[in-house]
């Protein structure tokens, strides 16, 4: 399990994903200043050269150096380049396994938080912002500073008083660029934002496009993605400009030391104070400014805009995630075991309580129904019985044992869960059979395609197991997502079984088959049942009643309808929750 990343400030934290790569770092910064060194020597030589001429000396080996410089420059800048690129191509690899190992593993309670597009970005787009950060950006403004450095200290050996002249120029550009480069990072954070919103956006409409289409809204949706691409899209120009300003700055400040060194340099020139070859080779050095001073400043924006990403990228590494998945499951007993809740108490964030002090005990084996209205609290029920979430006061208990002790992979893997809306996932009909149980053997694959009748409609299909089931299973009926749920949670052969009764996806004939293997599954583990069906609370063991969030009544069928109005008319209406039971129940149903 990877440890979850301590906070710190932006700059830092880019400098850790910088870290594990730092000896290439060090190689490509010590390429990049014997190319710069080769280019330092260059107006020494130039220098050489002059001089030599004009005391009619030999200029062949000065001339030869310059030229063996020129080329190894060209070289070591290559290589360096290779390296870079290669080190940055890693350092964006790792955040994303980081960012999609975090992801897949946050508490139930962020996801509901975070809208899954936005979340998409930060792996997709904003890391795409630290590889030129953590690599390119670390490597230039260290090269750039010590460049710049060690050209103002030959500047200094040259000529002092012009050093001063061009320092007085470059501090005072320096100082803008203070003001410009922060706002480099508040523009790329704006753009990534936006982004973010953009992919929130498309992914709400896409996860419902039928709806979208079906309700007209088409515009309305695209008008939303569109305010956030028109937002991505001046944040980025900000960041532009400030991008085309500092460069603007350098180039002035540049040229601006060039005429004052110039200007200066030619009065001294003028007075005899300072010989003509100087001069050049200290105009030469301002030139030569020019390259490193580039590299600093664009560097500097660089980091600027990987740290506009790197906030976002750190928001979702301080999200808290469910640290015990991945950790081994212990060796657990085979055998069903009872399922028990304890005086719980639970409510989402910013909301009232959904379970009130809710007890109730669901023997080993055997079948136990949840039902209520509506919002009674029988989904939260089965989320904290997989410690999507925890209570906020009483115990959940399974086999005797709180759930809290347990461990969230070895409690996941003893129950299966079966969703109303039976998610089934792009791939094939066999992947997500065996999604649970991958090392499941063809004959016990075949056992639940019969059990749940999908053995026939595995026939028809040309590619049969090997079909593509599509998008969130859009090439399947509804009925047959609800039977694939099923076969996918038997064939893991769970000691409990959670199922969300689907309200009307099944037929008669289905329906019957599928209630005989519950019943036959219920004997080797413990299953319930939100119930939306008679015939499921009918043969059920026992029956919890849920109202508003605490239970209101527990029996057999025929118990309950001797004894609770709300029940009663629960089963006349034959549909045990919505809002036909609703209605009939009224607002507030009396207790016996
Ligand atoms: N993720 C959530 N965030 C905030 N509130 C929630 C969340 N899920 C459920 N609720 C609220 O908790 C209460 C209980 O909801 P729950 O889904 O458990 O009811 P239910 O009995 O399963 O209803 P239904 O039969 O309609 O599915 C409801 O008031 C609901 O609005």
């Known amino acids: 399990m990877r440890p979850a990343p301590s906070p710190g400030s932006p700059s830092l934290t880019l400098l850790r994903y910088a870290r594990p790569h730092r000896r290439v770092l060090l190689a490509s910064l010590v390429l990049v200043l014997l190319a710069s060194a080769a280019g330092l020597a260059q107006p020494l030589l130039a220098r050489t050269v002059l001089t030599s001429l004009s005391e009619d000396g030999g200029v062949l080996w000065?001339?030869?150096?310059?030229?063996?410089?020129?080329?190894a420059g060209a070289l070591l800048t290559g290589l360096q380049s290779w390296w870079q690129q290669r080190t940055a191509e890693r350092v964006v690899r790792q955040v994303r396994r980081d960012l999609v190992h975090r992801l897949l593993r946050l508490r139930v309670g962020e996801l509901d938080r975070h809208a899954p597009g936005d979340l998409v970005a930060r792996v997709t787009s904003d890391s795409t912002l630290l590889r030129n950060a953590a690599t390119e950006g670390l490597v230039n403004v260290a090269s750039g500073v010590l460049s710049v450095a060690g050209a103002l200290v030959l500047m200094g050996v040259v000529h002092a008083g012009l050093l001063a002249v061009?320092?007085?120029?470059l501090v005072l550009v320096a100082a803008l660029l203070g003001v410009v480069l922060p706002r480099i990072r508040r523009a790329v954070a704006r753009a990534q934002g936006a982004v973010g919103a953009v992919g929130a956006a498309l992914d709400r409409a896409l996860g419902a496009a039928r709806t979208v289409k079906a309700n007209g809204a088409e515009a309305r949706e695209t008008a939303t993605a569109e305010a956030a691409v028109d937002e991505a899209y001046l944040a980025g120009l900000a960041g532009a400009r400030y991008g085309a300003w500092t460069a603007v700055l350098t180039g002035v400040a540049v040229q601006a030391a060039f005429l004052a060194v110039l200007g200066v340099g030619g009065a001294l020139v003028a007075a005899g104070s300072l010989d003509t070859p100087s001069l050049i080779a200290f105009l030469l050095y301002v030139f030569y400014l020019a390259s490193p001073l580039g590299a600093l400043v664009g560097g500097l924006g660089m980091l600027q805009a990987g740290l506009g990403a790197v906030g976002r990228i750190e928001q979702v590494a301080g999200l808290p995630v469910e640290e015990d998945v991945d950790v081994p499951t212990e060796q657990s007993p085979a055998e069903a075991p009872s399922v028990e809740l304890r005086e719980v108490s639970f409510g989402y964030p910013g909301r009232g309580p959904s379970l009130a002090?809710?007890?109730?005990?669901?023997?080993a084996g055997g079948q136990t129904a949840l039902v209520g209205l509506s919002g009674a609290g029988k989904t939260t029920t089965f989320a904290l019985l997989q410690r999507f979430y925890e209570p906020d006061a009483g115990a959940v208990l399974i086999g005797g044992r709180d759930i809290a002790t347990l461990g969230r992979a070895e409690l996941r893997r003893r129950i299966a869960y079966v969703e109303q809306d039976s998610p089934v996932l792009a791939g094939t009909l066999e992947a997500n059979l065996r999604y649970a149980a991958p090392a499941a053997s063809d004959a016990e694959v075949a056992e639940v395609l019969r059990a749940t009748r999908l053995d026939g409609l595995v026939e028809r299909l040309p590619d049969g197991l090997a079909t593509e089931v599509g998008t969130r299973g859009v090439a399947l009926s509804g009925g047959e997502r609800q039977r694939l749920a099923i076969a996918r949670a038997l064939l893991r052969r769970p000691q409990v079984l959670l199922l969300d009764e689907a309200t009307a996806q099944l037929d008669a004939r289905n329906e019957q088959a599928l209630r005989e293997v519950?019943?036959?599954?219920?004997?080797?583990?413990?299953?319930?049942v939100i119930a939306h069906r008679l015939s499921t609370v009918t043969g059920a063991d026992r029956i919890v009643v849920l109202e508003r969030g605490r239970v209101r009544a527990v029996g057999t069928h025929d118990e309950l309808v001797a004894a609770d109005s709300l029940y009663r008319e629960l089963a006349a209406s034959q549909l045990?929750?919505?809002?036909?039971?609703?209605?009939?129940?009224?607002?507030?149903?009396?207790?016996?």
């Open 62 to 71: 000065p001339v030869l150096a310059l030229a063996g410089l020129v080329v």
């Open 166 to 169: 061009t320092l007085g120029v």
């Open 357 to 363: 002090g809710v007890s109730w005990r669901a023997p």
């Open 518 to 528: 519950v019943e036959t599954v219920a004997r080797g583990c413990t299953v319930i």
């Open 576 to 592: 045990l929750t919505g809002d036909v039971a609703d209605e009939l129940s009224g607002a507030a149903p009396a207790r016996d």
